[in-house]
T-cell receptor, first 111, second 115 residues
Framework: SQKIEQNSEALNIQEGKTATLTCNYT??????LQWYRQDPGRGPVFLLL?????KEKRKERLKVTFDTTLKQSLFHITASQPADSATYLC??????????FGRGTSLIVHP | EAGVAQSPRYKIIEKRQSVAFWCNPI?????LYWYQQILGQGPKLLIQ????????DSQLPKDRFSAERLKGVDSTLKIQPAKLEDSAVYLC?????????????FGNGTRLTVT
């Protein structure tokens, strides 16, 4: 069956460091992969989209990589700040044209 | 631009009662989604509309859940009768087009508690 895996354990890092979050998938051939941020009590907010033929995408302090051979995407936040603390969700889109979400990984940036 | 509006923000009902949620998408967005998010999990799609037509409702429990999108704008999601396992946040999202690279814009959801 199709599966999207994100670390269920929270990632704790110090302010100023680079945070790296992982999204792995199986039995899927997504054409697109999206990353969203979700704060408590709020809906997810779109951050970045990367296509299957793109290796890397950047936006300000954010960087996403997409390895269709490893079936993995990495999401990096450089120079992290306490305000970056949130849950980060990856979502895959494929032939169904419907974004399917992972469970998300909680990031906690300590001052 | 105004975001996706949802109401109510919170709802508490007893099992076997009915409940309805309302969503007003971003103006001009043709595609509307309803997702269910259980605590600690990612959003799970219930139904997708393109204008006022249903694109996918394969994961909607049709014996108790129904949804409509009148005139291709606002949408309502109804549960009747509710079960304890329906306790979750119900998120509405919209996108400009139905293509798979269109980002989703979410509302802040309705938190439903079934007792």
């Amino acid at each position: 069956s199709q599966k999207i895996e994100q670390n269920s354990e929270a990632l704790n890092i110090q302010e100023g460091k680079t945070a790296t979050l992982t999204c792995n998938y199986t039995n899927y051939s997504p054409a697109y992969l999206q990353w969203y941020r979700q704060d408590p009590g709020r809906g997810p907010v779109f951050l970045l989209l990367i296509r299957e033929n793109e290796k890397e995408k950047r936006k300000e302090r954010l960087k996403v990589t997409f390895d269709t051979t490893l079936k993995q995407s990495l999401f990096h936040i450089t120079a992290s700040q306490p305000a970056d603390s949130a849950t980060y969700l990856c979502a895959l889109s494929g032939g169904s044209y419907i974004p399917t979400f992972g469970r998300g990984t909680s990031l906690i940036v300590h001052p | 631009e105004a975001g996706v509006a949802q109401s109510p923000r919170y709802k508490i009902i007893e099992k076997r009662q009915s409940v309805a949620f309302w969503c007003n998408p971003i103006s001009g967005h043709a595609t509307l989604y309803w997702y269910q998010q259980i605590l600690g999990q990612g959003p799970k799609l219930l139904i997708q509309f393109q204008n006022n037509g249903v694109v996918d409702d394969s994961q909607l429990p049709k014996d108790r859940f129904s949804a409509e999108r009148l005139k291709g704008v606002d949408s309502t999601l109804k549960i009747q009768p509710a079960k304890l396992e329906d306790s979750a946040v119900y998120l509405c999202a919209s996108s400009l087009a139905g293509s798979i690279d269109s980002p989703l814009h979410f509302g802040n959801g309705t938190r439903l508690t079934v007792t």
